[in-house]
């Protein structure tokens, strides 16, 4: 069984850049969603993809968006880069209407 | 607002002690409560977890204590080892949708 996979793993930009992070989710899971974790803190929830169609979000700005693909793996698209966004940036997959999520290790985005 | 509140933030226990980690929530619309393990540079893995129909679940030297009419619930870990240091967060979530609603984090060092 293949775990969810991040790629790539550390990336750095620049403030006002935009970036895109990529997610293969756990084989035979079909929910897709992505989190936020600054340093020292709990993973905070971005948004969730299901049916390639976004199923959920929270409080999270417009120039955060996501792609969820036919083979269930996805994208998230961050738009004019602050210098807040430098976190860790977490995926995780789970079966639609079961609950428990199963997470990369992340995908680490320093902004400069 | 933080959904679900986590202490203590940190937490030094001998080898063969126990670890005892708790949250609290208010939403009483969570129906799911999972509790997370997070080692540096990995993302979270999924450690144990209840739902709020039971008032105890043991795995191994892992036991989720329930207390559905004070809204919390705690970790035990029995028998800790040094390998059991890392940073351990509580979540909450409710279907549908499923997004989680993670505590702050604990960071539990045991010495040898």
């Known amino acids: 069984e293949t775990g969810v996979t991040q790629s790539p793993t550390h990336l750095i930009k620049t403030r006002g850049q935009q970036v895109t992070l990529r997610c293969s989710s756990q084989?035979?899971?079909?929910?897709v969603s992505w989190y936020q974790q600054a340093l020292g803190q709990g993973p905070q929830f971005i948004f969730q993809?299901?049916?390639?169609?976004?199923?959920g979000r929270g409080n999270f700005p417009p120039r955060f968006s996501g792609l969820q693909f036919p083979n269930y793996s996805s994208e998230l698209n961050v738009n004019a880069l602050e210098l807040d966004d430098s976190a860790l940036y977490l995926c995780a997959s789970s079966l639609a209407g079961d609950q428990p999520q199963h997470f990369g290790d992340g995908t680490r985005l320093s902004i400069l | 607002q933080q959904q679900v509140k986590q202490s203590p933030q940190s937490l030094i226990v001998q080898k063969g002690g126990i670890s005892i980690i708790n949250c609290a929530y208010e939403n009483t619309a969570f129906d799911y409560f999972p509790w997370y393990q997070q080692f540096p540079g990995k993302g979270p893995a999924l450690l144990i977890a209840i739902r709020p129909d039971v008032s105890e679940k043991k795995e191994g030297r892992f036991t989720i204590s329930f207390n559905k009419s004070a809204k919390q619930f705690s970790l035990h870990i029995m028998d800790s080892q040094p390998g059991d240091s890392a940073t351990y967060f509580c979540?909450?979530?409710?279907?549908?949708?499923?997004?989680?609603?993670f505590g702050t984090g604990t960071s539990l060092t045991v010495i040898p």
């Open positions: 979540a909450a979530s409710m279907r549908p949708g499923n997004q989680f609603y």
């Open positions: 084989s035979g899971h079909n929910t």
């Open positions: 993809y299901y049916r390639e169609e976004e199923n």
